[in-house]
């Protein structure tokens, strides 16, 4: 029998069977076997003409990256025939610039099949997911053609880098905007909503620090203000302001934008003060620890600023008036000539938005007690469903005392003391010796432990006092002196 090339189409064989790719589909495609064949008994094909299937294309399904906007810019989706079971199995390939690459080997067509393409793909793929575009599929079957080449992938959307309110609060049961901490295991505690500064986004913030362990928050003030207008917005004052004013231990504010070098696009760009004060707490943290402030000249200072919107520290009524109210602020202290610009930017301040004066007023503090949480709570959580009994709480007392003790020895506290019903103990049924725990607590399941700490304060004034004396007093007339007399200059 004579070889006869087909036109428009490619033949081969797999697995005993034969088949013909055509170029075209549909009743465009048709393929003619004679009477007079002598292949018709081998291949079981009839006599006549067999008009190719496929008819107009269906749209059955996409593939999306997992990536917003440029991240899939140049990704490509390769197709090829398996070289163990050609014709009835395909191998994936997905390439994403900036990505590891990803190969699925053999998958199948059939729903049924354990490695069918889409689901098979959907449960191990990182980068993608198979999407039906109808739902039912009108064809569950269909699959990519084969393509070495590779599918471009188009119609990427690169979003905006506008964020709203909504966008940085989010929603607490999609687990979206600040409610995405609740799902990381951070060993930090700061947050630090960057590029928002609504009251409404610092108030949902510090709400939801308040109802979470170990966790504060830092906002940044609103641009282009000056001291007074910044205090105005800080309380809410009408008839500029109507929201209520800033009142959390849980929330600190900082003031100021510098100006800095932007290497990437080589010009100046003004960025949050909260910036630099997010890279002194690790920095702080790191060498000294928590209890130490990330503010002031020894730990505060920060490089490479060129300028800032508004330096307070040539505005010393500003400066004041910032401070009595709690707004911390980063600004540019020019002592000595050497030190103009990037020398003498400082973080100054130390305080939280509370209004009342005490420890909670103080930023170290509120960072303190929060790390205490961070720390304590995995320790505690191994007592649970231990026997509420007085051996227990002993042993729960031998826990903590040597963890507050360090804390003494670093000067974190001026003191400290650990309550707990460890000298508690049943006698004829009645418990004798509690001061924390009573017998309807343990009804249900309760156990009360309870620290108490004086954490040592930071120096927000420092005063010196110069006096001239008497000629021929002696110094120790005066050195006991809580206050100088009123004829002493100072």
């Known amino acids: 029998m004579a070889n006869v090339e087909l036109v428009g189409a490619v033949a081969r064989t797999s697995r005993g069977k034969l088949i013909i790719e055509a170029e075209s589909y549909g009743a465009e495609s048709s393929i003619e076997v004679l009477d007079t064949s002598t292949c018709l008994g081998a291949l079981g094909i009839e006599a006549g003409e067999e008009v190719g299937y496929g008819g107009d294309s269906i749209l059955a399904w996409t593939v999306k990256l997992l990536g917003p906007g440029a991240y899939g810019n140049g990704a490509k989706f390769y197709t090829y025939d398996s070289s163990l079971s050609p014709g009835e199995r395909m191998n994936i390939r997905l390439t994403i610039s900036g990505s590891p690459e990803e190969y699925f080997a053999d998958l199948s067509p059939d729903p049924g099949d354990p490695k069918y393409w ?7 793929s990182s980068l993608c997911r198979i999407i039906d575009i109808q739902d039912p599929n009108p064809a569950p079957q269909d699959w990519p053609a084969i393509n070495e080449t590779g599918y471009t992938f188009t119609m990427g959307d690169d979003g905006t880098m506008i ?3 909504a966008d940085y609060v989010g929603d607490e049961s999609a687990g979206t905007g ?3 901490c609740d799902k990381v295991l951070m060993p930090a505690i700061d947050i630090m909503p960057i590029g928002a500064s609504s009251a409404d986004v610092l108030h949902e913030y510090a709400a939801y620090c308040m109802n979470r362990c170990g966790v504060v ?5 609103p641009e282009n203000l000056n001291p007074q207008q910044t205090v105005e917005w800080r309380m809410g004052e009408a008839p500029n302001y ?3 004013a800033f009142d959390y231990p849980d929330l600190s504010l900082m003031f100021g934008r510098p100006e800095v070098f932007d290497a990437k696009h080589n010009c100046h760009v003004s960025i949050p003060a909260l910036s630099y004060l997010a890279a002194s707490i690790a920095w702080t943290d790191t060498q000294l620890g928590p209890h130490w402030s990330p503010f002031g000249l020894k730990r505060g200072k920060c490089p490479a600023v060129l300028g800032i919107d508004y330096n307070v520290a040539e505005d010393r009524a500003g400066a004041d008036y910032l401070a009595e109210f709690g707004i911390n602020d980063l600004r540019i202290i020019k002592t000595h000539p050497e030190t103009y610009g990037d020398e003498g930017a400082v973080l100054w301040g130390g305080w939280t938005s509370q209004r009342i004066d005490s420890a909670l007023k103080e930023f170290p503090i509120v960072r303190l007690l929060k790390t205490y949480e961070r720390m304590l709570m995995p320790v505690l959580l191994q007592f649970i469903n231990d026997p509420n009994h007085p051996v227990t709480w002993r042993e729960v007392h031998r826990i903590l005392d040597p963890f507050m003790r360090r804390e003494l020895m670093k000067y974190a506290v001026y003191g400290y003391f650990i309550q707990t019903d460890r000298d508690a103990y049943f006698s004829g049924g009645e418990l004798k010796g509690a001061v924390l725990n009573t017998g309807p607590d343990i009804d249900q399941g309760k156990y009360r432990v309870r620290i108490l700490i004086q954490p040592v304060r930071q120096i927000f004034y420092l005063i010196c006092e110069m006096g001239v004396m008497r000629t021929g007093e002696p110094f120790a007339n005066y050195s006991t ?3 100088l007399p009123g004829w002493v200059r100072r």
């Open 118 to 124: 889409k689901s098979y793909i959907n449960i191990h």
């Open 178 to 180: 600040v409610f995405a």
């Open 481 to 483: 002196m809580y206050q």
């Open 242 to 244: 109507e929201h209520a």
């Open 163 to 165: 964020l709203s309110d």
């Open 217 to 221: 928050v830092h906002g940044q003030t």
